[in-house]
């Protein structure tokens, strides 16, 4: 074992989870060691509740994700939603739709089936895939949840050599299932612009993970009820001192599931959220910066 351990230090990894909880000197470009990202709007009228909502409240919002699917929205949807992000200046990321629970196969329904979480069979589903992205580019998104690792390794390669803009963004999603350094290392280094680890990943895993990668850290604060349920408001401070910068995923526990139907009256619940997140933040790490701007 120490070897292996020496072997990962050698290479420029952490040797093990780091249960000292090391302060991240790292921030966003504006300086921020925080941003806020809801999850979980579906549309246009959820999105406009919800930044109106924290408007009134005074609350920063940098983030808004829809998760069902470029597929399932109209392009007259999509305008709206990229307009609504533009009018309240928030990165607009939505998820690239064909996926496992959209294809033929029925395997992601069973029980063992669902370990392959929502990563993609075939190649006809990667060029599906990379149509969604091309449709939402063409009504001016510009930031991609991404569901399957070949997905985004082919993605970045047309980001790369110019067949998408530049300034597209690849998020990857926690349903790929990823919790460790170094399968952190490996997504940064094929495209990922943000990382959302596993939903339960524990405070010595984060800062281990934060110690190899440079990208920002998506984490949930709290869950819907198909993921467990569990709310982690208490140890956000933490998160944010050993992990910045960071993207905290509010408003989850809301929901039922991951890809629940978010309703207005839901969306102003996940605005209320927000609020108690940024209260434990103010009173136990009041000297975190939380960003001003979304970009």
Same mark, same amino acid.
């Given at each position: 074992m120490?070897?292996?351990? +020496?072997?990962?230090?050698?290479?420029?990894?952490p040797?093990?989870?780091?249960h000292?909880l090391?302060?991240?000197?790292?921030?966003f470009?504006?300086?921020?060691k925080?941003?806020?990202?809801?999850?979980?709007?579906?549309?246009?009228?959820?999105? *406009?509740a919800?930044?109106?909502n924290l $408007?009134?409240? +005074?609350?920063?919002?940098?983030?808004?994700?829809q998760?069902?699917?470029?597929?399932?929205?109209?392009? *007259?949807?999509?305008?709206? /939603?990229?307009?609504l992000a533009?009018e309240?200046?928030?990165e607009?990321v939505?998820?690239?739709g064909?996926?496992a629970?959209?294809?033929?196969s029925a395997s992601?329904q069973?029980?063992?089936? !669902?370990r /392959?979480?929502?990563?993609?069979r075939g190649?006809e589903?990667?060029?599906? $895939?990379?149509?969604?992205v091309?449709?939402?580019?063409c009504?001016? &998104?510009?930031?991609?949840?991404?569901?399957?690792?070949?997905?985004?390794?082919i993605?970045?390669e047309?980001r *790369?050599?110019?067949?998408?803009?530049?300034q &597209?963004?690849f998020k990857?999603s926690a349903?790929c299932?990823?919790?460790?350094?170094c399968?952190?290392? /490996?997504?940064?280094?094929i495209? =990922?612009d943000?990382?959302n680890?596993?939903?339960?990943? !524990?405070?010595?895993m984060?800062?281990?993970l934060? $110690?190899?990668?440079?990208i920002p850290?998506?984490?949930?604060?709290?869950?819907?009820?198909s993921?467990g349920?569990?709310?982690?408001?208490?140890?956000?401070?933490?998160?944010?001192?050993?992990?910045?910068?960071?993207?905290? *995923?509010?408003?989850?526990?809301v =929901?039922?599931?991951?890809?629940?139907?978010?309703?207005?009256?839901?969306a102003?619940?996940? $605005?209320?959220q927000?609020a108690?997140?940024?209260?434990v933040?103010?009173?136990y790490?009041?000297d975190?910066? &939380?960003?001003?701007?979304?970009?």
């Amino acid at each position: 074992m120490k070897q292996t351990r +020496e072997f990962l230090k050698k290479i420029g990894l952490p040797s093990g989870d780091l249960h000292e909880l090391p302060d991240s000197s790292k921030t966003f470009s504006d300086g921020g060691k925080y941003r806020f990202e809801v999850p979980g709007i579906q549309g246009p009228a959820a999105m *406009k509740a919800l930044l109106e909502n924290l $408007a009134e409240k +005074e609350l920063p919002i940098h983030r808004v994700t829809q998760t069902k699917g470029i597929m399932l929205l109209l392009d *007259k949807e999509i305008e709206q /939603m990229v307009s609504l992000a533009e009018e309240h200046t928030v990165e607009l990321v939505l998820a690239i739709g064909p996926r496992a629970t959209y294809d033929t196969s029925a395997s992601v329904q069973t029980p063992e089936g !669902q370990r /392959m979480g929502y990563r993609l069979r075939g190649q006809e589903q990667i060029v599906r $895939a990379v149509e969604d992205v091309k449709r939402a580019i063409c009504l001016g &998104c510009h930031s991609f949840l991404i569901y399957d690792e070949g997905s985004l390794w082919i993605l970045n390669e047309m980001r *790369k050599q110019g067949e998408i803009p530049a300034q &597209c963004r690849f998020k990857v999603s926690a349903h790929c299932g990823h919790g460790n350094p170094c399968s952190g290392k /490996m997504l940064e280094s094929i495209g =990922a612009d943000s990382l959302n680890p596993v939903r339960d990943i !524990q405070l010595p895993m984060l800062a281990a993970l934060r $110690a190899a990668i440079d990208i920002p850290i998506d984490i949930h604060t709290e869950n819907p009820a198909s993921s467990g349920g569990f709310i982690r408001h208490y140890e956000v401070p933490e998160m944010i001192r050993v992990a910045a910068p960071v993207y905290l *995923k509010t408003g989850g526990s809301v =929901a039922k599931t991951h890809s629940w139907d978010t309703s207005e009256a839901d969306a102003r619940q996940r $605005a209320k959220q927000v609020a108690l997140v940024k209260r434990v933040i103010d009173q136990y790490y009041p000297d975190a910066i &939380c960003s001003l701007k979304a970009k």
